[in-house]
């Protein structure tokens, strides 16, 4: 099946990616749009859940085999943990040479075997790199693609006008420079949190952010301070599974992963507090969160 119909999609786990890029694709979607998550056999989350799809103008199925069926492009959008269980479960529904787009956060290796299994099956597996929140750009995201079939499936997606370019020709070259991206990013969110409460609970905070603010200008450094505790309380515990994986990555290449596997156990542990998000200063939110840790 060398030439694809963009009209048939399917998402594989419809959390906050797949309503994004449903979202974002709209009306340029002509055709058959499906997903499935396992939330939806679940009888607490199926309400939620359909109301979410319907919102996006699809269903989204119980098992894998219907949002299969018709799909000639599939994005597989579910937790780091779960990318290579999905694809087996998946597998024995997929069309033949059907493209199987991976945007978990996962490490090389990870992809690696979750291409094998669905090169296994039939279909064309293309490693694929989610590099920028999905929120405002949804569909538009930069996303980079790797693998044998990345050329292909690059020019498949202009169809659904999506921002993509190919990073390699190797399955793990797309998720090898998001993992380790990772370690910096989510790992900077870290020690700004390890930073800045103390500074906050020592009384120092504003000295502390005067001298930040001095030896960095460019860095707007309260208002960061504040975007990263946030983006920890509201999104820690899914980037503490991508921070596993950075660890993962890490270790395959005969690297320790000492400040990766410190960066998931602090993301959890804010992740943990079950705080909101919200438009609160610095100041305000190491108050709150502070107040929870002790």
């Known amino acids: 099946m060398d030439r694809v119909d963009v009209r048939d999609v399917a998402l594989i786990g ?11 694709w709209g009306s340029r979607m002509a055709g058959r749009l ?41 994005f597989c959008l579910v937790t780091a943990d779960q990318a290579v269980a999905a694809a087996e479960a998946a597998a024995p529904h997929l069309r033949e040479g059907a493209f199987w787009l991976d945007g ?13 299994v669905i090169d296994g099956a039939g279909g064309r597996y293309v490693d694929m790199a989610i590099m920028a929140p999905v929120h405002p750009a949804l569909h538009r995201t930069a996303t980079l693609l790797s693998g044998p079939h990345a050329d292909m499936a690059q020019s498949v997606l202009s169809g659904l006008d999506m921002n993509v370019r190919v990073a390699g020709r190797q399955v793990g070259d797309a998720s090898s420079i998001k993992m380790l991206r990772s370690v910096m990013i989510k790992g900077f969110e870290a020690l700004t949190a390890e930073c800045l409460l103390a500074a906050h609970r020592a009384g120092v905070e504003d000295a502390v952010l005067a001298s930040l603010q001095a030896s960095d200008p460019g860095w707007e450094w309260a208002k960061r301070g504040a975007y990263n505790l946030e983006r920890m309380l509201v999104h820690g515990a899914r980037r503490a599974a991508e921070m596993r994986e950075a660890a993962a990555t890490l270790r395959e290449l005969g690297l ?6 410190a960066t998931a156990a602090w993301q959890d542990e804010l992740a943990a507090l079950g705080l909101p998000g919200g438009k609160d200063d610095l100041a305000d939110r190491a108050g709150r969160i502070l107040s929870r840790l002790e």
């Open 104 to 116: 978990n956060s996962c490490s090389p290796g990870s992809k690696r075997a979750a291409a094998a």
């Open 34 to 74: 499906a997903a499935h998550d396992i939330k939806c056999a679940d009888a607490a989350f199926r309400p939620a859940m359909e109301a979410a799809a319907s919102a996006c103008g699809l269903a989204c199925h119980a098992a894998p085999a219907e949002a299969l069926r018709e799909a000639a492009i599939v």
């Open 14 to 24: 419809f959390g906050e990616a797949a309503r994004a890029f449903a979202r974002g």
């Open 256 to 261: 320790p992963d000492r400040m990766a596997a």
